[in-house]
């Protein structure tokens, strides 16, 4: 048995523990929360203004983390609102389907749900259209936070898109990140950045402020360029050194974890992305999140976590979909997630591992206490 397996058992066998007891207690294991919207896609490639059929999907960068985790094995919720409308509905039925814990999903008739338009690549790469000012989860707030069940889980995960809503989600998630350490909870950061929902000159600080306070950060070095001005993915780490698992991901490229562990050692891993055939880039980066999340959660290394992330992306990157099901059944190693946007079964967990110092698990666990 590795270190990193040891710590995962000993974690999971600790009296009260939410990863042990959650699911038998009906506790989840990880909470995401932020804002899920109707998604309508042309049924055929071709641009919106001239498709005649369309396909009613849904979609929300948390849920779509929620819905892997789901898949991968763990009892995660998802929080939020939606209206009392056919989109709320929807949303609430795909992610109860999809084995996601939907009791703190909220329904109210004021506003409704928020929709957006998706168009496939026809060309010149694929493009949103939100319709979600006044949506009912633009009306997420501090108040919301005392209903869902954040000091039981282990791990909380909530984007940069939250913060860009309203001022009222603002305040909700930096009131989460503020008050996660009391509760012993960690929580997951995915920058997120949506030029369509603020400026840069907002949106720039305002991330870098919520970023600092998180557990774990994942970000895209292209919109570390945009909102402050990185070049490196070493620059990211020089705006945020505190950050106990910085994630830095470069595309096509690889990806780098910056990890400051309890007794100060700071560790940097790079895996490279795996090769594979694009559909379509929207929900790679949930994917990875969700892959990456799970392995930690697992206390598996940081070669591992970051392979899981990269194989669960490149499943992502074989569809249209925001979310694509079935890679909870594949592989988390190199050699099957190059073949994985074609579906090459594999057990899950067998990358290389060569990382030997004690569980990270433990390591996650302890930085929130």
Known sequence: ???????????????????ASGADQGEPQVVCFGETMGMFTPTST????????????????????????????????????VGQD??????????????VDTRWVNRTAV????????EPDTGTGAHVFYYRAGSAASELGVADAGAWPLQS????????????LSPSCSALVEHVLDHAAEWGTSVSFDVNYRSKLWPVSVAGPRLRELAGKATVVLVGLDEAAIIWGCVTSDDVRTLLPDVPYLVVKDGAVDATEYALLPDDTRRTTVVPAHKV???????????????????????ESSEVRLNHGHSLAAWALGSREDFRPGHGLFAATPAAAAGSG???????????DTHDSHSDLTDLRR???
């Open 1 to 19: 048995m590795t270190d990193e397996q040891a710590g995962a058992q000993a974690l999971q066998e600790e009296p009260g523990n939410p990863v």
């Open 46 to 81: 071709t641009s919106l203004d001239i498709a005649e059929g369309f396909h009613l999907g849904v979609g929300g960068a948390e849920s779509n983390v929620a819905a892997h985790l789901a898949e991968l094995g763990h009892h995660v919720a998802w929080a939020g609102n």
């Open 86 to 99: 056919p989109i709320g509905t929807k949303i609430i039925s795909t992610l109860d389907c999809g084995g």
């Open 111 to 118: 506003s409704p749900t928020g929709l957006y338009l998706k």
């Open 153 to 164: 889980a282990h791990l909380i995960h909530t984007s940069g898109i939250t913060p860009s």
């Open 277 to 299: 055939e694009v559909v379509e880039p929207v929900g790679a980066g949930d994917a990875f999140a969700a892959g990456y999340l799970s392995a930690l959660m697992n206390g």
């Open 342 to 352: 074609a579906g090459s079964p594999a057990a899950v967990g067998n990358a290389p």
């Open 367 to 369: 930085l929130t206490v």
